[in-house]
């Protein structure tokens, strides 16, 4: 990190971060310290692990009821970033942390790095983020906070069913996939799935933001607010498919896209 450039986006992290203390779904910052060459920040170590790990740690009992659970969790801190005037612009499973191993630990999210404050009327240009996780509007370099939004909703889609909504070999392919392209609710697990999961999942993937559900709102959704207990678990070979694909070469994720089409078809 010697570069003004790179030093400049920690500052700037370590900006967003001061302002964003309180939460228990945020990664706590402590403090931060410069020499003549870095920047050193100091912040709440989680031990319990990433998201996915931990869905893939239970074994096959997982169900619609928790994924709905650590999705409210994820809305309940954008909804606080969003308050403060920041958009997170990376939100995807692997950002997502556990305090502890505890069963019932807080989730985190993590890496604020590329975050941003941005005013109710104002606009980002600049695209950036995850490929697969971001918003159309942010390839049409005019976004808000509305983008997060889209992002959660490819992680909400990814909790219920394994597999991400759009799909391409190539990053210039999941972007005309994202411009473009419909996400499917037809296959395997969706059909028995709750009908308000779909309409939630479908409301935060609408490509127009300005009809997409805000962190509040998302928040009142009646699949979200709704106490009816979903006991229908989901295919585990899918979600450890799902996450071998996040940390394999190029040429093994083609194989494994093959694989994972076949089981939902199946």
């Known amino acids: 990190m010697t570069t003004a450039i790179a030093i400049e ?20 910052f402590y403090d931060a310290f410069e020499d003549e060459e870095n920047v050193y920040v100091v912040m ?18 997982y169900s619609e009821g928790d994924a ?33 191993k505890d069963e019932n630990s807080a989730l985190k999210v993590i890496d604020f790095g590329l975050s941003d404050f941005v005013k109710p009327d104002d606009r980002l240009n600049d ?64 059909p028995t799935l709750s009908a308000e999961a779909k309409d939630f999942v479908r ?9 997409r559900m805000t962190a509040a709102q998302a928040l009142c959704h009646p699949w979200i607010r709704g106490t009816q207990e979903v006991k229908i678990n989901l295919d585990m070979i899918i979600y450890r498919l799902m996450r071998a694909y996040i940390s394999s070469s190029s040429l093994r994720k083609s194989a494994l896209r093959v694989i994972l089409l076949l089981l939902q078809r199946h």
């Not at 170590?45 to 893939?56: F, N, P, Q, T």
């Not at 609408?206 to 009809?211: G, L, P």
Request: proline share 3%; aromatic share 10%; net charge positive.
């Open 44 to 61: 709440e170590l989680c031990k319990g692990g990433e998201l996915l790990d931990r869905i893939l740690a239970r074994g096959g009992k």
């Open 203 to 211: 409301r935060l993937l609408n490509k127009d933001y300005r009809k």
């Open 9 to 28: 986006d920690v500052r700037r992290e370590v900006r967003i971060l001061s302002s964003l203390a309180g939460h228990i779904n945020l990664v706590q």
């Open 127 to 190: 695209i950036v983020g995850s490929a697969y996780y971001v918003a159309p509007e942010v390839l049409h370099r005019s976004y808000g906070t509305e983008a997060d939004m889209w992002s959660i909703g490819v992680i909400a889609y990814i909790l219920l069913c394994g597999s991400r909504p759009f799909w391409a070999r190539t990053e210039s392919g999941i972007f005309r996939a994202v411009l473009k392209a419909e996400p499917s609710f037809d296959e395997i697990p969706w």
């Open 68 to 100: 709905k659970v650590i999705i409210h969790q994820i809305l309940s801190v954008a909804s606080f970033c969003h308050l403060q005037g920041v958009v997170h612009r990376d939100l995807k499973p692997e950002n997502f942390l556990f305090m502890s």
